[in-house]
């Protein structure tokens, strides 16, 4: 998702930064999340209950308030330019669509009705940042008599914060770096989530979305294209020992790994 940004001082361009920073941690989280709920309607049906609440509680914790945030602190300013006024009016029904798609999530009716809001909703919301990284944040940033970051001073929804309570602990796990001896869930019966095909920025931000959606004393088996230990040394150092690991496979195409949550 990073672009260049050519902005109108240093101030604004690091504003556009740090926005973009925190629209690849919220799209990598949803989509982690989304590929457990994807996985569990596919492979244990009765878990999805839990999977879809934890996605809900997501966009209205995150997701919701940082488009509200755009369009308290963004979206008038950018509606008073003559280039970006329809933008801008495609960008607020866009806002709505991705309300609505969290509502119907809320209340599907079935495991593959929850799946299908839920992709839905990931790949709006990957589209929707897309726009804002390429179209709107360049124009705001290199516009002379507008401070882009005057516009985003103590908006915490737009440029990212760091989440302390206890319910969110999982999103940034901890991990053993070794091995499992737990006696985790069997390999065949937890969900997999496959990140060699996901955008290398994105991809730490995925790990973290999915082991969220992961319970106490259940697993997830993470693929990897490499050896993932500067993935397992944050999350180590983020909350030792929240999440066990053991090595499925070594490579060489890929490395498999079991992420038990302690």
Known sequence: MSTLTIASDPQDAAAAEAVEAHHTQLAGDLAGRVAILIEAADREPAAVDRVRTDL???????????????????????????????????MLAEHRRLAALVDALRTAASPVRAAADGRALQ???????EKENTLVLPLLAGAPDISLSGLLAGMHELLGHEHGT???AATTGGGCGGACGCGGSNETEVPELDVREV??????????????????????VLVAPHDPLPLLGQIEDRHPGAFAVEYLQRGPEAW???LTHR
């Open 123 to 129: 790949v709006l919301f990957e589209e929707h940042l």
């Open 199 to 220: 955008p290398h920025s994105l991809r730490h931000a995925t790990v973290f979305g999915a082991i969220a959606a992961v319970p106490s004393g259940q697993s997830m």
């Open 56 to 90: 809900v509680s997501f966009c209205d914790r995150d997701l919701l308030p940082h488009a509200a945030a755009e369009e308290k602190a963004l979206y008038p300013v950018a509606h008073d330019l003559p280039a970006a006024r329809l933008l801008i009016d495609g």
């Open 256 to 258: 498999r790994l079991l």
């Open 166 to 168: 206890a319910g969110e």
